[in-house]
């Protein structure tokens, strides 16, 4: 059988309207609670709300609502350091302002809360508003708008290229290769021909050029390489090649006015 047992905790509200005084009432059965919520106003007087919820170990799960009928309410999280000392969480709805929120504090038994509790342990945690949520969710969405534009000029200025069916890419490949092995013979016949050194590593250095731009032309009529890829090559890597600069087009860094 399960014993019944009460608790009697007090804790203090530094709110800006005065300070609010609680008593908290709780008794628990087994893992069951119930009680008793109580304010202190100065100026509003008492609120009483009813409690209920569960506790374990050190901590307890509390729902509380106000008596008779009313719409006023909220949870609380109480954790139990030591000898009934209590640190805990309240979260609540001003219902006149529609603002949720929460805050701390340090609850201790009622007959020993006295000089115990500081302002200190009241702090406020933040509130929320639902408006905030609508916010949140509009900016989700504004952003949720622009990655699907930016996705959809991606798809538009940039295509995927068109790629060759295999008998055609098979000729391709072929024709490379027969030139790529034309390119080899005039080569070795060089070397046996031409004594100098400089021209020899002139010519095989055109014979590698060429070997690059037969590479990227045979991709390119296959698809496998889009227009734009292949202009970055030519552009941005064969274009930092002395003298070879200069035979690529100029295209002016300066925006028009129009």
Not at 110 to 132: M, P, Q, R, V, Y
Not at 134 to 149: C, F, G, H, P, W
Not at 158 to 181: E, F, H, N, Q, W
Request: with cysteine; hydrophobic share 40%; aromatic share 8%.
């Amino acid at each position: 059988m399960c014993t019944e047992r009460t608790v009697v905790l007090a804790t203090r509200w530094y709110f800006n309207s005065k300070i609010t005084e609680e008593e908290l009432t709780l008794t628990t059965v087994g893992e069951h609670v119930t009680g008793q919520r109580k304010t202190r106003h100065p100026e509003k007087g008492e609120t009483v709300y009813e409690i209920s919820g569960w506790h374990q170990r050190s901590t307890f799960w509390l729902a509380y609502r106000e008596s008779g009928g009313k719409f006023g309410g909220g949870s609380i999280l109480l954790d139990e350091i030591t000898n009934d000392r209590f640190s805990g969480m309240v979260l609540s709805k001003d219902c006149h302002m529609g603002v949720m929120q929460s805050r701390a504090n340090m609850w201790f038994p009622a007959s020993e809360l006295g000089n115990n509790h500081k302002e200190g342990h009241f702090k406020f945690i933040g509130c929320l508003t639902n408006e905030a949520f609508v916010s949140i969710k509009r900016t989700e969405a504004q952003k949720q708008r622009v990655a699907t534009l930016v996705g959809s000029s991606d798809k538009v200025g940039d295509k995927a290229p068109k790629r060759l069916s295999p008998p055609y890419l098979i000729l391709v490949v072929l024709v490379g290769l027969v030139t790529l092995g034309v390119t080899i013979t005039g080569l070795v016949w060089a070397a046996k021909v031409i004594s100098s050194v400089p021209l020899l590593v002139l010519i095989f250095t055109l014979a590698l050029l060429i070997f690059i731009v037969l590479s990227v032309v045979v991709l390119l009529i296959s698809g496998y390489m889009s227009e734009k890829t292949a202009a970055k090559l030519f552009g941005g890597v064969l274009g930092k090649l002395p003298r070879l600069a200069e035979l690529l087009p100029k295209t002016s860094s300066t925006k028009s006015d129009h």
